[in-house]
């Protein structure tokens, strides 16, 4: 989207004369702004707050709503998918283009643990944010009207696997929100809720440095969050999940949130790629050995100029990929004037994360910030990236509310069925998988 929108802007003149096209493929008609998922989850943030609409950023671009399921870049053609392929039985689109930009980004990493595919959530997306939130509600909803006492230990048993960002943070916006709502529950006090962080190596955010991460881990626990290091999930069969370390926690909450692994569309393209399956790029953001091919972002390997020891990628981070995105597209009308490209070349700033509401840890430009000054700093630094001055301006409003007002304590789960009572109403019983739209 940024690259896009970048190039919307450099190539204005020939987008109006049509002399150029910009073709936008997309799964979803918007970019979701992931660093402020946990914050959603939590309730701190609208969810429609989170994603930036491409139709309306991108009012100069074609927008296909669809997944590319093939490339042949020899041919110089897309293959995609789209919600109308099935529909009206043309099959799948063949896009045909001059210059081809991969940005497909990152999908999460699963392992093979027995039960990980039926009982874990991931948390990538704004749909797995929100069903998040609503599903934690809803066990302590179980657990408050239970009179089993092992549903109820199940109910209130939350367990997240991944020490990164994604895990830590959302742990950690969840617990708040959770601890806030149990007050509202005549027998749920928030002792009762069980939060477990587990980590298959010795530190969590490693991004914020060794220090930081003793900190989050000493700020965690002191919550009477059970973090558990060098520890590895080894099955969630029967909604019980078992440890290396030998723990078994019945539960019905799962969140994993161990890595993430390039989208599998790059294998599918014929370009070279590393080991992890990245695309290989050149500094100049082409994709290695390769004409009329650029990427940027997580499903890029992009040397890192400014690391001191040779071969070193940059990290696949937000930081990065918007920074990759204005390069990219410069050099991209750069080469279709003939002129000279320019190298990707940034030092890395520092990281941010959120430990929950007034809580944080931050490395920024050598300088170790925690507790609410990093708070703070996080949240400014993710309110000025976040893309489009109506988007800024919604989320500071919404921060201002959230400090004046109370916490939104309902769930929504019912969104996810929207027609059981309809389907109640007419004598039918919804059905049992919950595919409800169909």
Known sequence: ??????????????????????????????????????????????????????????????????????????????????????EDGTGALEIAYDEL???????????????????????????????????????????????????????????????????VEALAELEDMARYTSRYYHNIKAEDLKWILVEATGRILPEVGESLGRYAVRELRGRNIDVRLDTRLDSCEDRVAVLSDGSRFPTRTLVWTAGVKPAPLLADTGLPLDERGRLVCTAKLTVEGTEHAWSAGDAAAVPDLTAAETGRTTAPNAQHAVRQAKVLADNLVAALDEGPLTEYRHSYAGSVASLGLHKGVAHIYGRRLKGYPAWLIHRMYHLSRVPTFNRKARVLAEWTLAGLFKREIVSLGSLEHPRAEFELAAGRRPRPDGDDCQ
């Open 1 to 86: 989207m940024y690259t896009a929108l970048r190039l919307q802007r450099k190539l204005k003149q020939r987008l109006r004369s049509g002399e150029t096209e910009i073709v936008v493929v997309a799964p979803e008609p918007y970019m979701t702004y992931q660093p402020f998922l946990p914050e959603a989850a939590a309730g701190s943030i609208s969810p429609r707050h989170v994603v930036v609409p491409l139709r309306r950023v991108l009012p100069h671009c074609t927008i296909v709503i669809g997944e590319a399921r093939a490339i042949d870049h020899t041919k110089r053609t897309a293959t995609v998918t789209t919600l109308a392929s099935g």
């Open 101 to 167: 930009v991969l940005a497909p980004g990152s999908v999460s990493r699963t392992l093979p643990v027995p039960g990980l595919a039926d009982h874990g959530v991931g948390f990538k997306t704004i749909e797995e944010a929100i069903g998040l939130r609503n599903h934690v509600i809803e066990q302590m909803d179980i657990a408050s009207a239970t009179r089993d006492p092992a549903v109820r230990d199940a109910a209130l048993t939350f367990v997240f696997v991944g020490g990164g960002y994604a895990g």
